[in-house]
């Protein structure tokens, strides 16, 4: 293991330092590229809701949390309640088959999380919708991406 090496009691076995380890440069790189890539997908969430109403629709909820998973943007249209994902990626093809079926399972399960917390939520219909970003600014928006309600 990358680091120094931390003796026992003086026995003279040698354990990791884990915390000399995380101060190397891959795990301060790590951490760089989690923060980059945080502050994109909520600039790319931000436009998506900027995007939304300008379209004519309310939104409701942004990073919606429940024990179940997150849920980007609720929004409301009319008869419609759309529960949003946000993907930025390199390019729209990477996005695009970054909704995974484990994510789509667990986006599902928040939503029906959110509708028994919110039970004045009533719609005629409900769908998924998935914006994609990518690196030079395009952005797609597919529709109801999952299909279980």
């Known amino acids: 293991m990358v680091g120094k090496m931390l003796t026992q009691n003086g026995l003279g076995y040698k354990i990791p330092n884990k915390v000399a380890a995380k101060q190397g440069p891959a795990f301060l790189q790590k951490q760089r590229n989690g923060s980059v890539a945080y502050t ?11 995007w939304l109403e300008q379209d004519g629709w309310t939104v409701l909820l942004r990073r919606a949390r429940t024990h179940r998973g997150e849920i980007d943007i609720v929004a ?4 419609v309640l759309c529960f949003v994902e946000v993907k930025k990626r390199r390019s729209i093809e990477e996005a695009l088959v970054s909704l995974q079926p484990a994510q789509q399972r667990r986006l599902f399960r928040a939503a029906e999380c959110l509708l ?11 769908r ?16 109801d991406v999952i299909r279980q309600m």
């Open 40 to 50: 994109q997908g909520v600039a790319a969430e931000q436009q998506a809701c900027n």
């Open 116 to 126: 028994q917390k919110h039970p004045y939520w009533q719609y005629e219909e409900m």
């Open 128 to 143: 998924f919708d998935l914006f994609v970003f990518d690196d030079a600014g395009r952005m797609e928006r597919l529709e």
């Open 76 to 79: 409301s249209k009319a008869v």
